[in-house]
């Protein structure tokens, strides 16, 4: 089997790194739109609250039963306005775990790819130790040769 160098891996690893980095940014879109929602939902409930309050004194002074009247139509409005902004707060919430999910499964893919670089690199090491271990006996054993060459010479003189 012919083992890879780590320059092999270069273009994987950039492919998983900005499939990380897209879905890093559709969870934070996905925390955005919860964010709002919460807000929204916040702001609808503050409102419903003072009509409320303003309906409960418009009733008690009977001066204006209309506006009292108007103010309860606009307070159950907000109540469905409420209940709608709540579905899409739990559907953003699916969303953004869903998205939570894609981007934990990116980030382990981008982790087996730079393993699999550092294994890489790891057997390279290694076939570059053993190469120059190679070069090196080779170096002593013509050194060796040569000085018994020159020794037998010497011998014979």
């Keep these: 089997m012919a083992t890879r160098r780590p320059e092999h891996y270069a273009m994987l690893l950039r492919v998983r790194k900005r499939q990380e980095e897209l879905r890093a940014q559709a969870l934070a879109e996905a925390q955005r739109v919860i964010n709002r929602a919460q807000t929204e939902l916040r702001e609808i409930a503050g ?15 009977l001066a204006n039963p209309g506006r009292a009247s108007a103010l309860l139509r606009y307070e159950r409005h ?7 902004k709540d579905a899409e707060l739990v559907e953003a919430r699916r969303i953004a775990g869903e998205r939570r999910e894609a981007l934990t499964e990116a980030l382990l893919r ?11 690199r790891d057997r ?4 570059d130790l ?5 070069a090196m006996d080779e170096t002593a054993s013509i050194r060796a040769a040569l000085g018994n060459a020159a020794a037998r010479g010497k011998k014979e003189d």
């Design 124 to 127: 390279q090491s290694a076939e």
């Design 47 to 61: 409102i419903q609250r003072q009509t409320i309050e303003e309906a409960t004194a418009e009733t008690r002074t």
């Design 78 to 84: 907000l109540a469905m306005l409420s209940i709608r």
């Design 110 to 120: 981008r982790k087996t790819i730079d393993r699999l670089i550092e294994k890489a």
């Design 130 to 134: 053993v190469q120059e271990r190679r």
